[in-house]
């Protein structure tokens, strides 16, 4: 097997966006390197064990082990070097081993890991609070409360809109994703593989159009202001009165990574403020610096009443948030919020680094730096191609939906193709979208410009392969 000998370094800490500077003592060579086919034997022989000790409905992207990551680089056991084009799906967005991270997380599980905040304090969870209060869209007086996926996040900020309002039911969007938990998938819009058979799920939910520009019925040119009207229309249907959440993700992720069409997310607030209902956006996946603003929402000028944050937020380590008006969070009685590890000591010590990261390392110049370069890529590749319908995103937060040529009919055979012949290259992407038809492109912030390109070049041919 022939060794992948790009030249590409980058630090996982940077300077200027789109500085190549050699690998930081600790992080693995900053290239992509083969020493053997992908998976290779000690990933497979692993894998072996994986199958007779972890069940089939725990699926894998790619069925590599990994033995150590920086920057933005894997290394799997058989000493492959992969470049991450997914950070642990937008997790490790400051990288997987950042030293701001690992030494505050070294410095706090050495004097103690866990007490649980509902029992005894301590100083990390409120430092993160008044962190996210910070730096959350708005000047208004908020709260937060920390828990520990995106889904708990979610399901959260329901209840506290739930007890604020006194309502019962909660609006979502098509395509859109709001995680696995029974509530979580009762939002989710995608049928296979997150809620095929794991119904009945809980009521009051109800899903209006989202405005997905490239298939919008009437043209892109109609679709905020007739998925707003349709918002109306559903609202009527329901009763706004009885509504207590409209929850939205700024930029849609597992959907497709789906922009909404301008100028809705704002109709989205009016029409939420004039009903009294609670507006919550769900940041899981964009926020946190991944589309160049520190929330996606400061795109087009929103201020939500609840925000839900998580996956970059702990460094790669569980933690997530609810940040709101103060009024709306103060409404929950004592003892209603919380969770037995919810803002563990040692993920809010590994937060406050990746904070640090993202507020004072240049990643959001760093995302809007790879969005660029990115572009420069992939958008002439769609002029070449025609399985490419559009290339879209925001930051680092990018993807390309396949179709079938002269059609939109969705060619998930192509998004597989194209990822299965990235990975036996070493380029680790994602597939997502609700018709699987869609690779989508998360590096960590911390790339340097060489390994970029690298992988970009790996993903331009591969798409030109299965085209």
Same mark, same amino acid.
């Given at each position: 097997?022939?060794?992948?000998?790009?030249?590409?370094?980058?630090?996982?800490?940077?300077?200027?966006?789109?500085?190549?500077?050699?690998?930081?003592?600790?992080?693995?060579?900053?290239?992509?390197?083969?020493?053997?086919?992908?998976?290779?034997?000690?990933?497979?022989?692993?894998?072996?064990?994986?199958?007779?000790?972890?069940?089939?409905?725990? %699926?894998?992207?790619?069925?590599?082990?990994?033995?150590?990551?920086?920057?933005?680089?894997?290394?799997?056991?058989?000493?492959?070097?992969?470049?991450?084009?997914?950070?642990?799906?937008?997790?490790?967005?400051?990288?997987?081993?950042?030293?701001?991270?690992?030494?505050?997380?070294?410095?706090?599980?050495?004097?103690?890991?866990?007490?649980?905040?509902?029992?005894?304090?301590?100083?990390?969870?409120?430092?993160?609070?008044?962190?996210?209060?910070?730096?959350?869209?708005?000047?208004?007086?908020?709260?937060?409360?920390?828990?520990?996926?995106?889904?708990?996040?979610?399901?959260?900020?329901?209840?506290?809109?739930?007890?604020?309002?006194?309502?019962?039911?909660?609006?979502?969007?098509?395509?859109?994703?709001? %995680?696995?938990?029974?509530?979580?998938?009762?939002?989710?819009?995608?049928?296979?593989?997150?809620?095929?058979?794991?119904?009945?799920?809980?009521?009051?939910?109800?899903?209006?159009?989202?405005?997905?520009?490239?298939?919008?019925?009437?043209?892109?040119?109609?679709?905020?202001?007739?998925?707003?009207?349709?918002?109306?229309?559903?609202?009527?249907?329901?009763?706004?009165?009885?509504?207590?959440?409209?929850?939205?993700?700024?930029?849609?992720?597992?959907?497709?990574?789906?922009?909404?069409?301008?100028?809705?997310?704002? %109709?989205?607030?009016?029409?939420?403020?004039?009903?009294?209902?609670?507006?919550?956006?769900?940041?899981?996946?964009?926020?946190?610096?991944?589309?160049?603003?520190?929330?996606?929402?400061?795109? $087009?000028?929103?201020?939500?009443?609840?925000?839900?944050?998580?996956?970059?937020?702990?460094?790669?380590?569980?933690?997530?948030?609810?940040?709101?008006?103060?009024?709306?969070?103060?409404?929950?009685?004592? %003892?209603?919020?919380?969770?037995?590890?919810?803002?563990?000591?040692?993920?809010?010590?590994?937060?406050?680094?990746?904070?640090?990261?993202?507020?004072?390392?240049?990643?959001?110049?760093?995302?809007?730096?790879?969005?660029?370069?990115?572009?420069?890529?992939?958008?002439?590749?769609?002029?070449?191609?025609?399985?490419?319908?559009?290339?879209?995103?925001?930051?680092?937060?990018?993807?390309?939906?396949?179709?079938?040529?002269?059609?939109?009919?969705?060619?998930?055979?192509?998004?597989?193709?194209?990822?299965?012949?990235?990975?036996?290259?070493?380029?680790?992407?994602?597939?997502?979208?609700?018709?699987?038809?869609?690779?989508?492109?998360?590096?960590?912030?911390?790339?340097?410009?060489?390994?970029?390109?690298?992988?970009?070049?790996?993903?331009?041919?591969?798409?030109? $392969?299965?085209?």
């Amino acid at each position: 097997m022939s060794v992948a000998e790009s030249t590409a370094t980058s630090d996982s800490t940077r300077g200027e966006p789109g500085a190549a500077t050699e690998s930081a003592p600790g992080q693995p060579e900053q290239r992509r390197i083969l020493r053997t086919e992908v998976p290779g034997p000690r990933s497979r022989e692993l894998q072996q064990r994986r199958t007779a000790a972890v069940p089939v409905g725990m %699926g894998v992207v790619l069925p590599v082990f990994i033995e150590r990551a920086g920057g933005g680089v894997l290394v799997d056991v058989d000493g492959n070097h992969l470049i991450d084009f997914a950070s642990g799906i937008a997790v490790t967005s400051v990288g997987a081993s950042a030293p701001e991270v690992v030494s505050r997380v070294q410095e706090q599980v050495a004097r103690f890991a866990h007490t649980c905040f509902m029992v005894t304090e301590y100083d990390g969870y409120v430092a993160v609070a008044e962190r996210l209060n910070a730096l959350t869209p708005g000047d208004h007086d908020k709260r937060t409360a920390l828990f520990t996926t995106g889904a708990e996040a979610v399901e959260n900020a329901v209840k506290v809109a739930r007890h604020a309002t006194g309502r019962t039911e909660v609006v979502v969007f098509d395509h859109a994703y709001h %995680g696995r938990t029974m509530m979580a998938m009762a939002m989710t819009a995608k049928e296979m593989p997150y809620k095929a058979g794991f119904g009945p799920f809980p009521g009051h939910v109800h899903r209006a159009p989202f405005p997905y520009a490239l298939r919008w019925p009437t043209g892109p040119e109609n679709a905020a202001a007739e998925a707003l009207a349709a918002l109306e229309e559903l609202l009527e249907e329901v009763g706004p009165q009885e509504v207590a959440a409209i929850v939205v993700e700024p930029v849609q992720g597992e959907g497709g990574f789906i922009v909404p069409a301008p100028g809705f997310l704002a %109709g989205v607030q009016e029409v939420a403020k004039r009903h009294g209902i609670v507006f919550v956006a769900d940041e899981v996946q964009a926020g946190l610096g991944r589309t160049g603003t520190v929330y996606a929402s400061e795109f $087009e000028g929103i201020v939500p009443d609840l925000v839900c944050s998580a996956k970059a937020l702990g460094g790669g380590l569980p933690l997530s948030a609810v940040t709101g008006r103060a009024e709306l969070m103060e409404a929950v009685h004592a %003892g209603g919020l919380g969770g037995t590890y919810a803002g563990n000591p040692v993920a809010c010590a590994a937060a406050l680094g990746a904070l640090s990261m993202i507020e004072e390392g240049g990643l959001l110049e760093a995302a809007r730096h790879i969005e660029q370069v990115a572009r420069g890529v992939l958008e002439p590749l769609a002029q070449e191609v025609p399985t490419i319908a559009e290339v879209r995103g925001r930051g680092a937060m990018l993807a390309m939906e396949f179709v079938r040529p002269g059609s939109l009919e969705p060619a998930p055979e192509v998004a597989k193709a194209v990822a299965a012949r990235c990975h036996e290259q070493g380029v680790v992407v994602l597939v997502c979208g609700t018709y699987g038809n869609v690779i989508r492109l998360l590096p960590p912030l911390v790339i340097g410009d060489e390994l970029l390109a690298d992988g970009l070049a790996v993903l331009a041919e591969a798409v030109r $392969e299965a085209s």
